[in-house]
């Protein structure tokens, strides 16, 4: 199983002028510790559940480009951009340069949005859910085209491109890989079936697998009736629990996490939600990631 660290908090003792070097500390700290993935969240405010809206929060493929400069090997993505916070051309340029630009090391992860109130707060559409979906659907389609050799006009129900010119095009081949998030059965996950590379679900906190293994289920179903191989597609998962720092504390993250590889989880991504990140990261190469690259 592979591992990736979600950096979600940037209130720092230091204040804002910590933020860049713990960041660049936290990229060579992820790269000696042998993970996977560095992701960032990508909102325009910080989460009320997390703490303040007026708390920092960074903008995303701002700060993977920082994040690429400090790296050479972790592969770096938003989990998950919003649907509605950039036009879908716009996007695609976005993720190809950081691709380009980072050695091929960039991934789009990707949703319908739900936090309405940043939209509220800086003026940005936030359409009814059903619309978000289809605007979702419509950007994974144009995102693929912008990322292949077909530079024609793509004409959908809420967007239409003159031309999906885009470069230079992202050296990972054959694309830089997809990730739709979220677990919705209906929809989300029929997605990832049609459309994407991998899928990333809640696994909530504690031990056991949870509903992971239903969700899977469902998408494997998805696949069948898509034609889609389930083999193909990455299962990830978001766990929102805290991993002890010490031996002990990484051995039972590694234990819990049994039940999910055993269930087909392929990555899991980890939140520091308080204190030092770089610790944290240590911490994961010395205690979490030689036995969790086993499972």
Request: hydrophobic residues 40%; negative net charge.
């Amino acid at each position: 199983m592979k591992l990736g660290v979600h950096l979600v908090n940037f209130t720092l003792p230091g204040g804002p002028e910590s933020i860049g070097p713990t960041l660049a500390a936290t990229g060579r700290a992820a790269e000696d510790a042998g993970l996977d993935n560095l992701s960032f969240m990508d909102h325009y405010l910080q989460l009320e559940f997390l703490a303040g809206a007026d708390d920092p929060m960074l903008e995303g493929y701002t700060a993977l480009g920082f994040l690429a400069a400090h790296t050479s090997t972790v592969e770096l993505q938003l989990l998950m951009t919003g649907v509605t916070y950039r036009h879908p051309g716009l996007l695609a340029k976005i993720v190809a340069t950081l691709d380009v630009l980072s050695g091929g090391r960039a991934a789009l992860g990707i949703g319908a949005a739900w936090y309405e109130r940043e939209h509220r707060a800086l003026g940005v559409p936030f359409p009814p859910l059903a619309e978000r979906f289809e605007r979702l659907e419509e950007t994974l389609l144009i995102v693929r085209q912008m990322w292949s050799d077909d530079d024609g006009p793509y004409v959908g129900k809420h967007y239409r491109l003159a031309e999906t010119i885009n470069s230079p095009q992202p050296l990972r081949k054959p694309h830089p890989p997809i990730m739709v998030g979220g677990g919705g059965e209906r929809k989300t996950l029929r997605l990832v079936a049609k459309y994407a590379d991998a899928c990333n679900v809640f696994a909530g906190r504690g031990p056991g697998p949870g509903e992971v293994p239903h969700k899977l289920a469902v998408l494997r179903e998805w696949c069948d009736r898509e034609g889609r191989a389930y083999d193909q597609i990455r299962k990830t998962v978001l766990y929102n629990g805290a991993v002890g720092p010490d031996r002990a504390g990484g051995a039972a993250f590694v234990e819990d996490m049994r039940a999910l590889a055993d269930a087909g989880v392929d990555e899991v991504h980890v939140m520091p939600l308080h204190g030092d990140p770089v610790a944290l990261v240590r911490s994961l190469g010395e205690h979490v990631v030689p036995d969790l690259s086993r499972l």
